[in-house]
Nanobody, 122 residues
Framework: QVQLTESGGGSVQAGGSLRLTCVRS????????MAWFRQGPGKEREELAN????????YYYDSVKGRFTIAQDNTKNILYLQMNNLEPEDTAMYYC???????????????WGQGTQVTVSS
């Protein structure tokens, strides 16, 4: 079982920056990847970026390329999202996820944190 806790959200003006943190705790047999998602009011949830735990490779979706950076500490238990040049369209609840196996032969599961709110004003 994995628990994810996000922090670092807040209110900023357009052009500002925030750094989100996701702390992972609990047990997993194997962790394959971690990612950041967001969901604005009345909008579909969208993935922003992910990192492959086996090799450290990152992938960014078009909406955040060049502005956001995903990173992981060397323990693999803390995930960061550095957000620069924020825009009002970035206003959303931000979530981190971990794709894991709880044990050998078990299906892969995705765990979600409770989210942290980011509000960007003009």
């Amino acid at each position: 079982q994995v628990q994810l806790t996000e922090s670092g959200g807040g209110s900023v003006q357009a052009g500002g920056s925030l750094r989100l943190t996701c702390v992972r705790s609990g047990y997993s047999y194997s962790t394959y990847s971690m990612a950041w998602f967001r969901q604005g009011p009345g909008k579909e949830r969208e993935e922003l970026a992910n990192i492959d735990n086996s090799n450290g490779r990152t992938y960014y979706y078009d909406s955040v390329k060049g502005r956001f950076t995903i990173a992981q500490d060397n323990t693999k238990n803390i995930l960061y999202l550095q957000m620069n040049n924020l825009e009002p369209e970035d206003t959303a609840m931000y979530y981190c996820t971990a794709d894991v196996q709880d044990g050998p032969g078990r299906p892969r599961s995705r765990y979600w944190g409770q989210g942290t709110q980011v509000t960007v004003s003009s």
